[in-house]
């Protein structure tokens, strides 16, 4: 499931702007938007998958997002599925929210019969974070990990 998580990510990279990149110049462009996907790294290596071009993708463990890593990486969104073999959104964002996360939380979800009842558990759960949910019909209904 890299893939997809790769390219989920690429897809919500056009929607954001990075904070800090300022007005294009005829020299430079603006620096890519810094992405942390979150998840089971070693299953995406085994699954020998490509991550696409010119996407500045950082993939991490769970147990990886600590404040050093996140204050050296300086992420501005950070993806990942709704739950996992190890941890599921609600514990990603709790961790987010402790070291003081000011970027955007995206989560992967399945197409879900009543999404609203997430989408109220995240805000309930997580008050001080930018989060929303990419509903992706393709995302199996377990963990895309």
């Known amino acids: 499931m890299l893939e997809k998580i790769a390219i989920?990510?690429?897809s919500?990279?056009?929607n954001f702007k990075s904070?800090?990149?300022g007005p294009p110049t005829q020299e430079t462009e603006p620096p890519n938007l810094v992405v942390l996907a979150v998840?089971?790294?070693?299953q995406w290596h085994e699954a020998s998958n490509s991550l696409p071009e010119n996407a500045q993708i950082t993939f991490a463990d769970f147990s990886d997002v600590i404040a050093d890593f996140l204050d050296?990486?300086?992420p501005q969104v950070i993806i990942s599925c709704l739950v996992s073999q190890h941890f599921d959104f609600i514990d990603l964002g709790q961790t987010l929210q402790?070291?003081?996360f000011q970027g955007c939380f995206r989560i992967i979800a399945p197409k879900l019969p009543n999404p609203s009842v997430v989408v109220s558990e995240a805000q309930s759960m997580?008050?001080?974070l930018n989060i929303d949910f990419v509903f992706?019909?393709?995302v199996p209904g377990g963990s895309i990990n």
């Open 136 to 138: 992706d019909p393709t």
């Open 39 to 42: 998840g089971d790294v070693f």
């Open 126 to 128: 997580c008050p001080n």
């Open 98 to 100: 402790a070291v003081n």
């Open 19 to 21: 904070p800090r990149s």
């Open 12 to 14: 919500q990279i056009n």
């Open 72 to 74: 050296m990486l300086k």
């Open 8 to 10: 989920i990510a690429c």
